[in-house]
């Protein structure tokens, strides 16, 4: 079995200007720091990963990680999704480099409550089984509002804990009379093994996955699997302007955020 040593596990850091529900979201301002700046100097506490960038299509965002000593990577504006964006970077950082990665990690640029730590609990798995191709972290929903909120994307899963179906609707049902159910939200903290990456994106988006606007749903109606892991961590993303309210409070109280200010 392999260590994280022997492997090369980047993560990357997808963040655009463009954000149809909250436009200018990554630069938007935290505490005195762009969310972005707070992403990109809490994944780049992990010891698992070799190097941290994050892919815009934004001169903006692209200054401004330059400017506190950070590396970004330029892509096109015509990417869908963040996958998209992240294995564009992912090819560029290779031949800059000369080196191929093992392991991609993607971490949603408005996860600005994202801990190192995460990056370990999701990567593990696919280094202690190299039959997992791609894992996403999953949490606990703490109220029935956080559950209907369809900014919040939810999870059921089967028995070893790979995803049966994601939706911005609250599954599993409460409407038959069960009240007590799972309540689980995907966390987007998604390591990728490099060549199932470029797989994925070679995939044509799926039904599933359009009507739900959920990435994870192409490798599922293509008979893959995601296994989701369990975090301790209590994050927030930061969707609409309520979010970063509720992110700054939350920010406040935050013992990391001590450490890189």
Known sequence: MLNNSQLNIISIIPARM??????????????????????????????????????????????????????????????????????????????????????????????????????????????????????????????????ENPNEVKVVMDKNNNALYFSREPIPSRKKGILNVPMKKQVCVIPFTRDFLLEYNSMEPTPLEIIESVDMMRILENGGKVKMIDTKYITKAVDTKEDLEKVCEMMRKDKLYKDYM
């Open 18 to 147: 463009g954000s149809n529900r909250f436009p200018g979201k990554p630069m938007a301002n935290i505490l005195g720091i762009p969310m972005i700046g707070h992403v990109y100097k809490r994944v780049k506490m992990s010891k698992t990963l070799q190097e941290v960038y994050v892919a815009t299509p934004d001169n903006e965002i692209y200054n401004y990680v330059e400017s506190i000593g950070g590396k970004a990577i330029m892509t096109s504006d015509k990417h869908e999704r963040a996958s998209d964006r992240c294995a564009e970077a992912m090819l560029k950082v290779e031949k800059a480099t000369g080196e191929k990665c093992d392991i991609m990690v993607m971490v949603q640029g408005d996860e600005p409550l994202t801990f190192p730590e995460m990056i370990d609990e999701a990567v593990n798995p696919m280094v202690q089984d190299t039959s997992i191709l791609v894992t996403n972290l999953v949490a606990d929903l703490p109220t029935i509002a956080d559950f």
